[in-house]
């Protein structure tokens, strides 16, 4: 692994200008694998563990960040005149081309994986790869086996497409909140398989992508970078479903 000096490293991971990286390194602020280091031009192993006041720092080449979206807010990079998921975090990284991996309605809430790997993100939408997401839903009404059932089977929307099969799991305590399980993306797709049973989506939450929970701590516009392991379960939900070997690399 190559050798960095630390204020160049820390510029990099803090995404600071140089002379703020050296400003902080020299007040003890920085620290190298657990130990303070007050010498901005002391040579560091560039995957070196940094801390900033006291929180890790992570270089990556490519940002994957886990975001608990807001009702209200669109699942898109920019928009002339509605706020949108990146906004949350456009302040913290200024310097990249970030874009959801994956949308969520307006209305909808939870888990949306922002990043600017593109060929990550390809992969976790690709029809073919069917990598699981799940939600957590509340209906107008309470949901039944018969809805249960069709879910398995695979539901046919109003407009004749045939969607895959999915999970619904009844809560036992009220049967009016659901956790559905879905393999594929269509637009509106779960708000459209109730439909069809004459029920409403009143509430709608991704809890979950390809295995990897939402953290439950971030709360609404709340947003943190992947863990290496969430990153490395994503990488290997797209390594089982068949990705070329470069999702399978480890250097994030
Ligand atoms: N299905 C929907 O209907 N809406 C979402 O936001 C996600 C899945």
């Known amino acids: 692994m190559a ?12 995404e600071l200008p140089r002379s703020k990286a050296r400003r902080e390194i020299l007040a003890g602020r ?22 900033l006041a006291g929180r890790p720092l992570c270089w990556q080449q490519q940002i994957y960040l886990m975001v608990d979206k807001p009702a209200g807010l669109l699942s898109a990079s920019r928009d002339a005149s509605c706020r949108t998921v990146v906004d949350l975090v456009r302040d913290q990284y200024p310097r990249r081309a970030l ?14 994986l922002l990043t600017d790997d593109g060929p990550l993100a390809h ?61 594929q993306g269509v637009y509106h797709q779960i708000k459209r398989m109730f439909g069809v049973y004459g029920a409403g989506v009143v509430t709608l939450r991704r809890v979950a992508i390809g295995g990897v929970a939402l953290d439950p701590t971030l709360g609404p ?3 943190r970078p992947l863990t290496a392991a969430e990153l490395a379960r994503l990488r290997g939900v797209l390594g089982e479903l068949g990705e070329p070997a470069d999702f399978a690399r480890q250097d994030g």
Do not use: N, W
């Open 3 to 14: 050798q960095m000096r630390l204020d160049k490293l820390l510029a990099q991971a803090a």
């Open 30 to 51: 920085v620290t190298v694998d657990g130990v303070v280091c007050r010498q901005p031009d002391q040579k560091v192993e560039s995957d070196a563990a940094l801390g």
């Open 99 to 112: 874009f959801p991996a994956g949308r969520l309605d307006k209305d909808s809430t939870g888990f949306v």
């Open 123 to 183: 992969a976790l939408l690709s029809p073919k790869h069917h990598v699981e997401k799940v939600y957590r839903v509340t209906l107008d009404c309470p949901a039944t086996e018969e809805m249960r059932r069709g879910f398995a089977q695979g539901v046919t929307l109003v407009d004749g497409q045939r969607m895959l099969p999915a999970g619904l799991e009844i809560d036992s305590e009220d049967p009016a909140g659901v956790t559905v399980t879905l393999h």
């Open 221 to 223: 516009g709340g947003s």
